[in-house]
């Protein structure tokens, strides 16, 4: 059985920063992308940023281009997403995702995504 927790949300002022942390068992992570989204209130679910089974390629949505960095550490099979810069139209709940495929890129549609996880909540304050 695959799951996926998410971890490290939370209140955070503009400006701020927080790496959120997604810890996948289960399944062989190494050979999967990873991906997270997020949903605001009101709003479709959305791709934030992807990182390939390697760790070679990675994507972003323009709106956090420079302002959010994704890694993964396949040693521990976790994926992280470092927040910096933090603005108010950040606030969403925020998803991390498991490719369904092994030995694909960095994919930035929910369809390519097989698992889920329960989601972490981040609120940016002005």
């Known amino acids: 059985q695959v799951q996926l927790v998410e971890s490290g949300g939370g209140l955070v002022q503009a400006g701020g920063s927080l790496r959120l942390s997604c810890a996948v068992s289960g399944r062989t992570f190494g050979s999967y992308g990873m991906g997270w989204f997020r949903r605001a209130p009101g709003s479709e679910r959305e791709f934030v940023s992807a990182?390939?089974?390697?760790?070679?390629?990675?994507s972003y949505a323009d709106s956090v281009k420079g302002r959010f960095t994704i890694s993964r550490d396949n040693a521990k099979a976790t994926v992280y997403l470092q927040m910096n810069s933090l603005k108010p139209e950040d606030t969403a709940v925020y998803y991390c995702a498991a490719d369904r495929d092994r030995y694909r890129a960095a994919l930035t549609t929910t369809h390519d995504y097989e698992y889920w996880g329960q989601g972490t909540q981040v609120t940016v304050s002005s």
């Open positions: 990182i390939s089974w390697s760790g070679g390629s990675t």
